[in-house]
């Protein structure tokens, strides 16, 4: 692969950047970075890892972009290119009717049933690439391409905490209620962002989650355990 690129984001940042693709051998070199950087480069504050970009924040009266730069460029010479073993969850989710709105639309645009949009998406293993947007936001990579969805030309103003979506070959497990302009399969009762429950972040990148379709009527009862800090999704490998 390529040497990364470094960009000025300011005074007080930079950027990595290992390419322009959602890959998950380009996220392998971010997340392996990460830890690197993380592990004690003088004048870091924080690091935000993306799909194929590190976010390094700094101290400008600690180091300068030309040295930060330098010495972040010589931790990335053996970067794997595979992704690390990682935790798998199972999350459940309720797909469709109050709770995953935009189920039945989806399966018109493709031409199937709401069941085989349910058994497409709830098929494959999915990448947690990244969390963003807002905190615990869940950006997945490993969307059954028979089911990608060009997101709403007009986006909601609010969706519910815990939706479960699909915005072009992407998918998400929303952590808070949002403005969105994905669409809406379900909803799960697992609060992957809960202040003052350890861990405050369920998922991390490169986690990897299955969704597992339950009943309605499951939804009450999982619903108030998570409440109580109970993670209702479980880790299964």
Same mark, same amino acid.
């Given at each position: 692969?390529?040497?990364?690129?470094?960009?000025a984001?300011?005074?007080?940042?930079?950027?990595? =950047?290992?390419?322009?693709?959602?890959?998950? *051998?380009?996220?392998a070199?971010?997340?392996?970075l &990460?830890?690197?950087?993380?592990?004690?480069?003088?004048?870091?504050?924080?690091?935000?890892?993306?799909?194929?970009?590190?976010?390094? #924040?700094y101290?400008?009266?600690?180091?300068?972009?030309?040295?930060?730069? =330098?010495?972040?460029?010589?931790?990335?010479?053996?970067?794997? &290119?595979?992704?690390? =073993?990682?935790r798998?969850?199972?999350?459940?989710?309720?797909?469709g009717?109050?709770f995953?709105?935009?189920?039945?639309?989806?399966?018109?645009? #493709?031409?199937?049933a709401?069941?085989?949009?349910?058994?497409? #998406?709830?098929?494959?293993?999915?990448?947690?690439?990244?969390?963003?947007?807002?905190?615990?936001?869940?950006?997945?990579?490993?969307?059954?391409?028979?089911?990608?969805?060009?997101?709403? =030309?007009?986006?909601r103003?609010?969706?519910?905490?815990?939706?479960?979506?699909?915005?072009?070959?992407?998918?998400?497990?929303?952590?808070?209620?949002?403005?969105?302009?994905?669409?809406?399969?379900?909803?799960?009762?697992?609060?992957?962002?809960?202040?003052?429950?350890d861990?405050?972040?369920?998922l991390?990148?490169?986690?990897?989650? *299955?969704?597992?379709?339950?009943?309605p009527?499951r939804? &009450?009862?999982?619903? *108030?355990a998570?409440a109580s800090?109970?993670?209702?999704?479980?880790?299964?490998?």
């Amino acid at each position: 692969m390529s040497s990364p690129r470094i960009l000025a984001c300011g005074d007080a940042a930079l950027t990595v =950047e290992f390419g322009s693709t959602i890959d998950p *051998r380009l996220n392998a070199r971010v997340l392996a970075l &990460d830890a690197r950087v993380a592990a004690g480069v003088p004048g870091v504050v924080e690091t935000v890892p993306t799909y194929r970009s590190l976010l390094v #924040h700094y101290d400008p009266l600690a180091t300068d972009f030309a040295r930060l730069s =330098e010495a972040i460029l010589a931790l990335c010479g053996d970067l794997p &290119d595979t992704p690390a =073993e990682a935790r798998i969850w199972r999350i459940p989710v309720v797909y469709g009717g109050d709770f995953g709105i935009d189920l039945e639309d989806v399966a018109a645009r #493709h031409g199937i049933a709401p069941a085989d949009v349910i058994a497409k #998406h709830s098929a494959p293993t999915y990448r947690v690439y990244m969390i963003g947007f807002l905190p615990g936001f869940s950006y997945l990579g490993g969307l059954d391409p028979a089911i990608a969805t060009p997101r709403r =030309e007009s986006p909601r103003t609010d969706t519910p905490a815990g939706t479960i979506s699909i915005g072009g070959v992407q998918a998400l497990v929303a952590s808070i209620a949002a403005p969105s302009g994905w669409h809406l399969l379900g909803r799960t009762p697992v609060r992957t962002f809960m202040p003052g429950r350890d861990p405050t972040f369920l998922l991390g990148p490169g986690d990897r989650v *299955r969704f597992e379709a339950i009943s309605p009527s499951r939804w &009450d009862a999982l619903d *108030r355990a998570a409440a109580s800090g109970d993670p209702v999704a479980e880790v299964i490998g």
